[in-house]
């Protein structure tokens, strides 16, 4: 995408305080080798802002892949280098919870997946990036009630930040909180499921209470 917007001179500005800091991060030197070799490859000057748009694809796909584990000792160090965003994030844990009727408080996997998508996220908002989710027809065909959850909960961020998140975003989020919710639907499922089974057979007594007996022990 960025290469056909370069061909066709249209431009992304990101702004000067955000460019700035993502320049002093460590994947904006991985970023600028990336535009470097695509430079050479296709001939086109790849301009600071879509660097910095590279930077913040690497930084984001660093946070969704545990890195944050690399960068901070324990989950409470997390919060506290995210700490405005981890606030607005148990928010909309709060909105999810009191919608659904499933508690997700203290489903850490919840939490840090949504304050790590929501990082990059937000600042693509703020750009008026597209967004695309090409898992959103079959999300709000198949969920559609935790995707309607997933819009209240997005209010949060639109009245923090100013902004109108659009549906292929509150897709993404829907699937972080419908994975969540779906996990609590299985261990509450687990610990209320009984079976009756009856256990029959024509060769004895004996083999009936061996079949009986392996059945307790697999289930």
């Known amino acids: 995408l960025a290469i056909q917007r370069i061909k066709n001179n249209e431009k992304i500005t990101m702004q000067d305080d955000m460019l700035t800091e993502l320049i002093h991060s460590n994947e904006y030197e991985i970023a600028e080798k990336i535009a470097s070799q695509i430079s050479k490859s296709i001939d086109v000057d790849i301009p600071n802002d879509e ?22 000792k324990n989950i409470d160090e997390f919060i506290i280098g995210n700490f405005e965003l981890t606030k ?23 939490l840090v997946g949504l304050v ?30 935790i995707f309607e959850i997933s819009k209240k909960c997005a209010q949060v961020i639109n009245k923090r930040f100013n902004v109108e998140m659009p549906e292929a975003e509150i897709g993404f989020i829907a699937m972080h909180i419908g994975a969540a919710i779906e996990k609590k639907r299985q261990l509450e499922a687990k610990v209320n499921r009984k079976y009756n089974i009856v256990v029959a057979c024509t060769s004895g007594i004996g083999t009936s209470k061996l079949l009986a007996t392996r059945l307790k022990k697999e289930f």
């Open 116 to 145: 790590s998508h929501l990082r990059p996220s937000i600042d693509r908002l703020k750009m008026n990036l597209d967004i695309r989710n090409p898992l959103l027809t079959k999300i709000k065909e198949m969920y559609p009630e």
């Open 51 to 72: 660097i910095g748009y590279i930077t913040m694809h690497l930084k984001g796909s660093k946070m969704r892949n545990g890195a944050y584990k690399n960068d901070f």
């Open 88 to 110: 607005l994030v148990n928010e909309m844990i709060k909105i999810a919870e009191h919608e659904s009727g499933y508690s997700l408080k203290h489903n850490e996997n919840l």
